[in-house]
């Protein structure tokens, strides 16, 4: 079959009533429109199978009076005809293995004489695109999970399961459990395992290294504090020695100009 390996296939046509010759406008029903799809698509695709009407979307807004462009959707399934002779719709079975098209047909209703555009795509294919952009999300999660994990296990040293056995990874991928609120979920389970484990006896000595450590955050606190007064005092040390120093100086200054003053040489007369 040459149209099985083509994911899109284009058509251009005329429209008539019985599918072989253009016609004038007239007023077009939308099961007329539908079968024009159909006969236009097995007489211009150069297929080796005879497409038949699977499915007819039902569209409400068909309008058969207007005279612009109309739009409509349906489904063709490969039969067990070939294409080179002529069939009706009853006289061909469906293949099972045959191909499955999603058309979608633009109808040009204001030219003349009126023409058609039908796109067909293979379902195998448009099933195959979201396989593929579904494994690459789930990569994409799978990266992240394992990210986040290995930068939290380190701190709170917490075990992690089999990555399709985790629920969180499980919800997150459902979209249950977004990505954002994925690591408060993970901080929510971290911190009822360390509420079990209190509740088992293995409190005491959490409640000993929470109290080390706080011991030592107020020492060196303390220490913190008492360099801190060291520096300012050496600080104040130092200012006065420099105001002394100035003042020492001025002093200095002021004699030495007294003594110029009294010991000064008269000017001559």
């Not at 429109?33 to 007819?56: I, P, T, W």
């Not at 045959?98 to 795509?121: I, S």
């Not at 005491?204 to 060291?230: F, L």
Request: glycine fraction near 6%; charged fraction near 45%.
């Amino acid at each position: 079959m040459g149209g099985y390996f083509w994911k899109t296939v284009l058509v251009l046509g005329a429209l008539s009533a019985s599918g072989h010759c253009a016609l004038s406008h007239q007023l077009l029903s939308y099961d007329e429109a539908v079968s024009q799809g159909v006969v236009l698509y097995n007489s211009k695709a150069e297929e080796d199978s005879f497409y038949r009407l699977l499915e007819a979307v039902p569209q409400p807004e068909w309008d058969p009076n207007s005279e612009g462009t109309q739009e409509l959707k349906f489904t063709i399934k490969e039969t067990v005809c070939p294409a080179e002779k002529e069939h009706s719709s009853d006289e061909c079975n469906f293949r099972e293995d045959g191909v499955v098209r999603e058309c979608t047909a633009t109808y040009f209703l204001g030219e003349k004489p009126p023409l058609a555009f039908v796109t067909c795509d293979a379902v195998e294919g448009i099933e195959e695109e979201e396989e593929d952009e579904e494994e690459k999300e789930e990569e994409e999660v799978r990266k992240w999970v394992m990210s986040s994990k290995r930068r939290v296990e380190p701190l709170v040293k917490w075990r992690r399961p089999h990555l399709s056995r985790s629920p969180l990874f499980v919800a997150c991928l459902e979209e249950e459990i977004p990505r954002r609120h994925f690591m408060t979920q993970l901080g929510n389970v971290i911190n009822a395992r360390r509420e079990g484990g209190l509740q088992r006896g293995g409190g005491r000595r959490r409640r000993r290294r929470r109290r080390r450590r706080r011991r030592r955050r107020r020492r060196r606190r303390r220490r913190r504090r008492r360099r801190r007064r060291r520096r300012r005092r050496r600080r104040e040390e130092e200012e006065e020695e420099e105001e002394e120093e100035e003042e020492e100086e001025e002093e200095e200054e002021e004699e030495e100009e007294e003594e110029e003053k009294d010991y000064g040489v008269p000017d001559a007369l």
